[in-house]
């Protein structure tokens, strides 16, 4: 099933030439997968993030942190 605006956007690009289609469509395809990369990166990272944002808070519990000063960036 295809939304209202994906249609829209459909029409219009069938109207440009093949060439400009087949870059459109390669534009679109490299989106996709690199979406699809990213989400599979941060899914196997996410026990890591997990066991560093655990570590960070602990130490933060512990007074083993210090204020973060935006100007020292």
Do not use: C, Y
Not at 1 to 25: C, G, H, N, R, W
Not at 42 to 62: F, M, T
Not at 63 to 73: G, R
């Amino acid at each position: 099933m295809v939304t209202k605006l994906l249609e829209k956007a459909i029409e219009k690009v069938s109207k440009l030439s093949k060439e400009e289609q087949d870059e459109f469509a390669a534009l679109i395809l490299g989106e996709l997968e690199s979406e699809a990369k990213w989400d599979g990166l941060l899914r196997k990272s996410s026990d890591q993030l997990g066991n560093l944002a655990k570590e960070a808070l602990a130490e933060h519990r512990e007074e083993k942190t210090e204020p973060l000063n935006p100007d020292d960036l």
